[in-house]
């Protein structure tokens, strides 16, 4: 079904809609969610609290051609509300960037043949975790969800072209690392 119509059909009370919008969107958001913390139960609360608070304000929200845009955006928003609240009380004034946000390999990812694969692989790994937690975020709503600029802006509540310096600056630190690194393999230096 159409994301509009069963959007519209969740406003209007339908009680199986809220339902397949759930059970389209649980995992994804879960999975989402722990890329902010790994704390399960606060990811789960902040699942549970988002459904609760659309249905019991289903008839004020507006129109939505994406209801998978709309969830990962309300989820950023409340998981780092909750979890900043945990370490400290809610500032309106936090920056930006306190928060988490780690990209992971799943294991089939890391199941590699050889060892320049794995070397490559854990080189990778080092250099994601020294982006900047916002690069980090874009990175895995570009390559890893296939979001698109504009869909990034508005989960990650910043403008287009903020979306597409984030995804470049870091995809240009990825590379620029990768070279240097690539050139000390080759001269036998490493």
């Known amino acids: 079904m159409e994301d509009a119509l069963l959007w519209e059909k969740f406003k209007q009370g339908d009680k199986t809609a809220l339902s397949q919008i759930y059970n389209q969107h649980v ?6 969610g722990r890329k902010f913390t790994v704390n399960d139960a606060l990811v789960e609360d902040c699942i549970q609290d988002l459904f609760l608070e659309i249905w019991k304000n289903r008839q004020n929200l507006g ?9 990962l955006s309300s989820l950023r928003r409340k998981i780092i509300r909750k979890s900043t609240s945990e370490n400290k009380k809610y500032d309106k004034n936090t920056d930006v960037e306190n928060y988490n946000f780690e990209v992971e ?36 709503l570009k390559y890893y969800q296939g979001l698109e ?16 310096n984030l995804v470049y600056s870091a995809l240009k630190a990825l590379k ?15």
Do not use: C, H
Request: aromatic share 10%; proline share 1%.
């Open 149 to 164: 600029y504009n869909e990034i802006s508005n989960i990650m509540d910043i403008n287009y072209q903020s979306a597409r």
């Open 27 to 32: 995992r994804l958001l879960y999975k989402y």
């Open 63 to 71: 129109k939505t051609d994406s209801i998978k845009l709309y969830l």
């Open 176 to 190: 620029k690392n990768f070279l240097a690194w690539a050139l000390l393999v080759s001269s036998g230096l490493l």
């Open 105 to 140: 390999f799943t294991p089939e990812d890391m199941i590699i043949s050889d060892e320049t694969n794995e070397l490559n692989n854990k080189k990778l790994q080092g250099q994601l975790q020294k982006l900047s937690k916002r690069q980090k975020e874009a990175i895995y």
